[in-house]
């Protein structure tokens, strides 16, 4: 097991140095200026941090509509190193209705500090940035907690019944917030449903937070719970409240009906006969146990390496020295350089160290017909190559042999490892085993968007994820799509992904970079997809003594 540890602990990309905390951040934002007089800016906080010189986005809040001055619910969970200076920068945009991407989004304006600077200060209000200037009276305030050592999360369920109605032409429009209240009295917002629209009797969707969130770890720690009735303008009316515990909530699990009177305190004070604006009713609370990235690699979980390699004729003439495919006896070209960077860091999760390794958008002989997920070493029952060198190997005397054509269609590629994580998942023992990671080296745009968007779909359901690195200076700009990050990916059915899979990176933004800084960046989600993966599915990691006993390693 000793080098399972070794590289778990050391290989840079996943682990590049022992965390010294986690911290949440809370953002809120006030005095954000309207777009116009008849409306208000429906804003998104965009968190990106800094390595390398380069900005990376990390997350993103939910879009509040119609707010000047929003309180986000969405909470951003960072490491902290004393001994970095990790800088960050909160980017508000108004998102157009109708569009969570930020392609047509208006930039409102940003603001720059480390993390340093707001653990010191546990709370950090600043101006909002634009072009240098301040943005209005807008400002941004974050606030860092420390997190305690437990990690599980609870799964909770509400609904209400008969509601007070706020609304003259139709029924109110509910939405429920939770609140956890510090010990110095303040409150911290927890979670904020969707709205029901037109609902005196709503019941909202199930929900995970984590137990730190909710309630510091403090089962006896008081929660303040408000429903409103939400109105378009951003002026909802308030219908009433109740205050409750976890300790309180678990009771659920023992077969008890929770439920809570929702009091409005001025209806109670002005109105004899009032009972309560309705009934709170708590339908499914349960604690889920939470495992890292490091129990799942600890407890047997393999990474099942494949590689893709673009052979499109827009790659140029590999015999020629202006070709992405040219192959330089001393300088290895942008394909090899992606594929080592990353392929290094995967191979130390691989016990056999044999990875796939595949070919598309080239005529291949012995017909020399157009292929999309042909196998680089022309071994089609066995495509797997000995170590990232022998995948290296393969694609340099492959070069000669085929004949670069087109078109740039990546979904056959997607859908040939899709099947593979299907058959792994459907096995007798559905237990941790092998996570399928594809890496897909092209120089353009694709042109197969819909069948793609279709089998990552598809693939969002299994245990694997896609990594893409654009080789060359192409504009990139529609693969950013494929990129959950901005927005949300569906497929031409309109069905949305399951979870976000894919992670997108030019490889133009590091080629002055480290090759340790291009596996960090297309690595970095990989871990907490993984994680989100077999989570989801209950699926927990194998008994260290029982992976022991039953696993042998290549040295």
């Not at 304006?109 to 010191?120: N, P």
């Not at 499109?312 to 960077?341: F, M, W």
């Not at 029982?546 to 390693?553: A, G, I, N, V």
Request: with cysteine; aromatic share 10%; proline share 5%.
């Amino acid at each position: 097991m000793s080098n399972i540890y070794e590289s778990a602990e050391a290989t840079l990309g996943f682990i590049s140095s022992p965390c010294l905390t986690k911290v949440e951040l809370r953002v809120a934002c006030r005095g954000i200026s309207d777009r116009d007089a008849l409306s208000k800016p429906d804003p998104c906080v965009v968190l990106k941090m800094q390595s390398h010189g380069q900005w990376f986005e990390v997350d993103r809040t939910e879009v509040i509509r119609s707010s000047s001055s929003p309180v986000f619910s969405k909470i951003f969970l960072v490491d902290y190193y004393f001994e970095e200076v990790q800088r960050l920068r909160f980017e508000l945009h108004d998102i157009s209705s109708g569009n969570n991407g930020l392609r047509d989004a208006d930039f409102l304006g940003a603001m720059e500090c480390t993390l340093g600077q707001i653990v010191s200060q546990r709370k950090l209000t600043k101006a909002l940035l634009k072009q240098g200037n301040t943005a209005g009276k807008s400002s941004i305030t974050v606030t860092a907690e420390e997190l305690s050592g437990n990690d599980d999360y609870v799964e909770l369920s509400f609904s209400a019944r008969k509601l007070d109605d706020k609304d003259f032409f139709s029924k109110s429009d509910p939405f429920l917030e939770i609140f956890r209240i510090n010990d110095d009295g303040t409150e911290s917002l927890v979670h904020r449903t969707e709205t029901v629209m037109n609902n005196l009797s709503p019941v909202w969707k199930s929900f995970k937070v984590s137990f730190n969130t909710l309630c510091s770890g403090d089962h006896d720690r008081e929660l303040k719970c408000t429903v409103w009735d939400w109105d378009s303008n951003g002026k909802h009316d308030f219908i009433g409240e109740f205050q409750t515990t976890f300790k309180e909530m678990r009771a659920e699990q023992e077969g008890k009906q929770i439920q809570w009177e929702c009091i409005n305190p001025k209806y109670q004070m002005k109105k004899k006969n009032y009972r309560n604006s309705g009934v709170v009713i708590l339908n499914h609370c349960k604690i889920i146990k939470m495992y890292s990235f490091l129990d799942y690699i600890m407890g047997g979980c393999q990474i099942q390496f494949t590689v893709a390699i673009d052979f499109t004729a827009s790659n140029g003439d590999p015999r020629n020295s202006c070709s992405l495919h040219y192959i330089h006896p001393y300088q290895p070209n942008e394909y090899l350089k992606a594929l080592v960077a990353v392929g290094e860091i995967c191979q130390d999760y691989d016990s056999d160290k044999m990875f796939p390794a595949f070919g598309f958008g080239a005529l291949i002989p012995p017909d020399f017909k157009v292929s999309h997920d042909f196998a680089v070493n022309f071994d089609e029952d066995n495509p797997e190559c000995a170590g990232i060198q022998g995948v290296v190997e393969a694609y340099q005397n492959c070069l000669p042999k085929i004949q670069l054509y087109g078109p740039t269609n990546i979904a056959p590629i997607i859908q040939k490892v899709a099947s593979a994580a299907s058959e792994e998942m459907h096995t007798k023992e559905a237990m941790v085993r092998e996570y399928f990671i594809l890496l897909i080296l092209t120089d353009g745009v694709i042109t197969d968007m819909a069948d793609t968007r279709e089998a990552i779909v598809h693939a969002s359901h299994l245990p694997m994820s896609v990594i893409i690195v654009g080789v060359g200076n192409a504009d990139f700009t529609d693969m950013q799509i494929l990129d959950g990050d901005d927005g949300i990916l569906r497929s031409p059915k309109g069905e949305p992904v399951l979870r976000d899979i894919v992670q997108f990176v030019p490889f133009k933004d590091f080629k002055h970079a480290s090759p340790a800084a291009l596996a960090k960046s297309v690595l970095a989600e990989v871990p907490n997809q993984v994680v989100d993966y077999y989570n989801a599915k209950g699926i927990k990691p194998k008994c260290m003594s029982d992976y022991e006993s039953t696993r042998t390693f290549s040295p």
